[in-house]
Nanobody, 123 residues
Framework: QVQLVESGGGLVQAGGSLRLSCAASGSIFSINAMGWYRQAPGKQRELVAAITSGGSTNYADSVKGRFTISRDNAKNTVYLQMNSLKPEDTAVYYC?????????????????WGQGTQVTVSS
């Protein structure tokens, strides 16, 4: 199994910054894409940002220019630097990763989610 553990959420005033981290562990053979999603109350989960193993990134239009995703492949960790936060960024942020997991037999694909971390931005 592959587990993802997030950290770094919290309460911040509008205009402030937070940095989220997500570390993957377990029977990892390789990780392809890692990303951050968020879900606000009463809304569907949406993609915030994603990054491939090669470093290509993709951002939601609502966070472009404010959020930066990065990863440390050696540590199987992905980060989300969030600047100029707005009240509408308030949500539970989830980490996601997909790749191949190792075991006794051939490698198998995996797609795992973290437990979520709350980000609250006050006005």
């Amino acid at each position: 199994q592959v587990q993802l553990v997030e950290s770094g959420g919290g309460l911040v005033q509008a205009g402030g910054s937070l940095r989220l981290s997500c570390a993957a562990s377990g029977s990892i053979f390789s990780i392809n894409a890692m990303g951050w999603y968020r879900q606000a109350p009463g809304k569907q989960r949406e993609l915030v940002a994603a990054i491939t193993s090669g470093g290509s990134t993709n951002y939601a239009d609502s966070v472009k220019g404010r959020f930066t995703i990065s990863r440390d492949n050696a540590k199987n960790t992905v980060y989300l630097q969030m600047n100029s936060l707005k009240p509408e960024d308030t949500a539970v942020y989830y980490c996601n990763a997909d790749g191949l997991k190792s075991g006794l037999g051939p490698t198998l694909p995996f797609n795992s989610w973290g437990q979520g971390t709350q980000v609250t931005v006050s006005s």
